[in-house]
């Protein structure tokens, strides 16, 4: 009632006696209020409860009431979800950020038609781009830093444009103003996961261990570096799949699927135990269910317990015989791992958008084949804290979880981005362990309404004047 009766004075009726004097004709006012009582209250005049409003917050009912009475003037119900107001007066959950400022016309989207490679100019001209040392980027015509677009060799953008018309530097403008870092992806991705997961590895194994493992990693790298990036067909929300999203690996109530009843017209396909990935009939199903439903939606989280860190305990522990059986399983992993893959695929050539979440320091990211699908896609890499979801133990302790997402999407991979931990250095988290590492294994609601909100949100528009 206070905000309706402050811009009803303050901006709507002196703006009404403005539009009146230019136009030289009467000007309807048509109020958009969602509240149901705050209606009935202000065409009644006066209410009990609300006798203080003249005293505390200076405003008159019954001058509201007279002002409704003009015949010019009306005052009308719509719908919260159409309130273009809210953004002003209310904390409003991320999945309803995006509607928010659609209602006000506003885009604040980050183009996706550009790439980002930064690029460093140093002595010569030649520029050096990631740590393991691996993959270089040269070009002496730039500044000291600069986004290089990466073209396909028919010259279109490889990934999805958000904006028309957009440049390079246009892009890091916005990017800068959102306070957004370029996201690392494709091979320089790659790269930075094998330098968080080796640099993790010193507190586990000794340096010869670590030695191998980099140059395993970098062996693969080189290899992966020569594939040809594969297009992407862009995705749109026209295509009959937009919306429908097929979670792999998952349970049977999980929160996404239980996020997305919040969303309209999306649906989520949970493949869970009893439907088994595994199965060449629920294989089938899903590379089905993809060709009749161009666009949609793929997110695969598989067992990774067989990649763990922990596994070189269990086999200093348990001996040969262990690893033995250890390597079977991670052979039936990785198989998994490319079927995974093999429809992942199939979803982009359809117009559809992917992501994959792993532990950020589960060793299976170090796969060739996960590697060489994140280069050819061009997969952006986000990076996500439980703690910053509000992920907490019994005791009310904050947990770090820390997950690590590749996504097709540069907007999903920078809403997720920002699920950092916000706690000082010195922060002690509750520590994950026993039941408690159960309890993590699903994740937070409010990180599933980010991961969905960043790809469908909502998209309702209610004009300001709509006479």
Known sequence: MVSLATSLFGEAIPALDLWELILGRPVELWIMEDNQATIKIAYKGYSQKLRHCQRVQKINLGSVKEVLEWPNVHLEHCSTDLQAADIFTKELAPLKWANALALLGMDTSLSEK?????????????????????????????????????????????????????????????????????????????????????????????????????????????????????????????????????????????????????????????ITKATDFELSETQEQIKKHLRLNPGCTIHGSLPCTVWSQWQKMCIHRYGKSYDRKLKVRQRKAAKLLGK??????????????????????????????????IHQNNLFVADVDG????????????????????????????????????HEPSFKHGIIAGSVTKATEEYPLSLCRTWLSSLFGFHNFCPCLPR
């Open 114 to 270: 550009y790439s980002m490679h930064i690029v460093e100019k140093k002595t010569g001209g030649a520029t050096a781009g990631v740590s393991a040392g691996v993959f270089t980027t040269v070009d002496s015509s730039v500044g000291e830093t600069c986004i290089v677009p990466i073209e396909s060799a028919g010259g279109e953008p490889t990934v999805d444009s958000l904006r028309d018309n957009s440049s390079p530097q246009e892009d890091a403008k916005l990017r800068e103003s959102l306070g957004a870092e370029p996201l690392a992806h494709g091979i320089l991705g790659a790269c930075d996961i094998i330098d968080d997961i080796v640099s993790e590895a010193w507190s586990d194994y000794i340096e010869t261990e670590i030695v191998a493992m980099h140059a395993d990693a970098v062996r693969d790298i080189k290899l992966v570096k020569g594939a040809p990036l594969k297009p992407k067909k862009r995705s749109s929300g026209k295509l009959s799949g937009w919306g429908k999203v097929i979670e792999i690996c998952t349970g049977d109530e999980s929160n996404l699927g239980t996020a997305a009843e919040e969303f309209e017209g999306v649906d989520v396909w949970r």
């Open 340 to 373: 995974f893959i093999e429809r992942a695929e199939l979803c982009l050539s359809l117009g559809g958008h992917v992501s994959f979440e792993w532990p950020r320091y589960c060793k299976g990211w170090l796969r060739k084949e996960l590697m060489k699908f």
């Open 387 to 422: 703690c910053a979801c509000g992920m907490k133990n019994s005791d009310g302790e904050p947990l770090l979880k820390q997950w690590r997402f590749v996504c097709s999407s540069e907007r999903q991979a920078l809403a997720l981005g920002h699920l950092r931990c916000k």
